[in-house]
C-alpha cells in the first residue's frame, strides 16, 4: 500500500490508462486556474481531468501540490503504480517529477508521447488576448544580441540573471519524455547562467512572442539542442514561466499593472472555458462553483 495524504491505493501490476486531455484542453484549464489565483477569486472547473499524469501536469505547472488545486472528479485506477507515483509527486511542494525511468510501466512515457503530438506547432492551443510573455536567454547564448531584438519589439518590464535548477527544468517542461532527451537539455539549461525577461507587448504578444522565437533562432543559427531562446506558446503558459522563472511576486505585480482590465480577463476566461468544456476523454462532468 502506498499512500500521500489522503490518497490511498493498492499498487498491483501495472495496467494501461486510456488517453488522457490534449495539451489544448490542458493548457486552458491552467489559464483558468492561474488567472483565478491572480483575481483571487476561485474556480473551480466544471470538467476535469481524470487521467493521473494530467493532474500531475497540472500541479507542476502551476506549482500546487494536487491537494490544493480544485479537483473534482475521481481520477482514473487502470494503472495503480502511476496513481501512486503521480500522486506521491503531484502532492510535493512545489510538485516534483518522478523521473524518466524507462524500466517503469509504459503509462507516462504514452501520455507523453500524446501530449507533445497534440501540441505540436502550438497550432490547436488556446491564444486570448495577453500582454505579457517571457524571454528565457538560455546559457552561451548571444544574449545582448537577442535581447536588442526583443526589445525592438516588447517592452522590458524585468530582467534577472540565474542559474537554472534541475527542478525548474521539469517544471518548465513536465511532458518532455525519454531518459536520454531529458537528460541532456537539462544538463544544457544548467550548464551556466541564462536571463530572464518580462515582457510587454501587444494583445497578442505571446502569439507574436511564439513566432518571432523561430525567426530568432533561425538568424543566430540555432541547432536542435542549443537552440538559445525559449518563448512560451500560448498565454497560459506564460503567465506559468513567468511565475517559474521571473517569481510569484513578480507576476502578481505585473499582472495587477498590465492584464488587470476586467475586458480582457473575461475575453481569457471565456475562451478557455472553451476548450475546457468542450466533451472528450478522461473527464468527469461536477458542479459549476465558477468565479473570475
Known sequence: MRGHGRVAVVVNAPGTLPPGWDRARLTAALGLLLEARLR????????????????WWLAMRTGTPLTELPA???????????????????????????GDDESACACRTEWATAMRA?????????????????????????????????????????????????RECARLYPDAYGQGFVAERTRYLTSGPVQVLVLLGPPHAVDFGDRLKHVLRLAFEAGPLINHLHMPDNPAEALADIALLAGADTLAHVYERWEHDDRRHLARMASYRTYVDRPGPGTR???SRRGG
Open 40 to 55: 483571487n477569486r476561485p474556480e473551480i472547473l466544471q470538467v476535469w481531468p481524470e487521467h493521473p499524469w494530467d493532474r
Open 72 to 98: 473534482t472528479a475521481p481520477v482514473l485506477t487502470h494503472c495503480p503504480d502511476c496513481v501512486a507515483r503521480a500522486a506521491l509527486c503531484a502532492g510535493e511542494r512545489p510538485p516534483s517529477h518522478p
Open 118 to 166: 497534440s501540441g505540436t506547432g502550438g497550432t490547436c492551443l488556446p491564444r486570448p488576448p495577453q500582454r505579457l510573455t517571457l524571454a528565457l536567454l538560455k546559457p552561451g547564448s548571444p544574449a545582448g544580441a537577442l535581447r536588442a531584438r526583443l526589445r525592438g519589439q516588447f517592452t522590458e518590464l524585468a530582467c534577472n540573471e540565474r542559474t537554472l535548477t534541475a
Open 285 to 287: 462532468m461536477a458542479a
